[in-house]
């Protein structure tokens, strides 16, 4: 069946530090992949959007990877702060012409 | 301000009635989507909708119907047979979806069976 699956429900980490965040997915062959931000009570807002052919996107302190053939994407916050502390959600566009939503990842950035 | 706007942003129902939330967006957007997040989970999509006076089922469309009469509208009825309605109801727009964009979505409508 096809499944898109953030492995770490929770992450708790020091600020400053860098947060990596992760997306497998299988039975997809997604042409892009998209990561969200959602604070609580709010609807989620775009963040990143990387297409198969990129190996790696940026933006400021943000960093995606993404890898057709582990069928993973990494999502990076570097030097982290508290106010990045939400949750973060990946998502694809399948083939049915839906976007299909992982569970989040809930980060929080502890001073 | 383009956008996309859900209402009510908080909602009570009585076991057995039928309710609908609003969602209207002003982006020209095509699709249009309907999620469903219950707490500490993501984003369960219920209905979607390409194109006007069409639509399709989510994976979780028991319960709950949908219109497409105009391109700005996507319209959700919570009906009485969907039997665990109390959750964050979310709406979302795109361009059209072969296209490689990004979702936006509205504040929310939080619905409470009482």
């Known amino acids: 069946s096809q499944k898109i699956e953030q492995n770490s429900e929770a992450l708790n980490i020091q600020e400053g530090k860098t947060a990596t965040l992760t997306c497998n997915y299988t039975n997809y062959s997604p042409a892009y992949l998209q990561w969200y931000r959602q604070d609580p009570g709010r609807g989620p807002v775009f963040l990143l959007l990387i297409r198969e052919n990129e190996k790696e996107k940026r933006k400021e302190r943000l960093k995606v990877t993404f890898d057709t053939t582990l069928k993973q994407s990494l999502f990076h916050i570097t030097a982290s702060q508290p106010a990045d502390s939400a949750t973060y959600l990946c998502a694809l566009y399948s083939s049915a012409s839906k976007i299909i939503f992982g569970s989040g990842t809930r980060l929080s950035i502890r001073p | 301000d383009g956008g996309i706007t859900q209402s009510p942003k908080y909602l009570f129902r009585k076991e057995g009635q039928n309710v609908t939330l609003s969602c209207e967006q002003n982006?020209?957007?095509?699709?249009m989507y309907w999620y469903r997040q219950d707490p500490g989970q993501g984003l369960r999509l219920i209905y979607y909708s390409q194109i006007v006076n069409d639509f399709q089922k989510g994976d979780i469309a028991e319960g709950y119907s949908v219109s497409r009469e105009k391109k700005e509208s996507f319209p959700l009825t919570v009906t009485s047979a969907q039997k665990n309605p109390t959750a964050f109801y979310l709406c979302?727009?795109?361009?059209?979806?072969?296209?490689?964009?990004?979702?936006?979505f509205g504040q929310g409508t939080r619905l409470t069976v009482v």
């Open positions: 979302a727009s795109s361009r059209r979806s072969s296209e490689n964009t990004e979702a936006f």
């Open positions: 982006l020209n957007h095509d699709a």
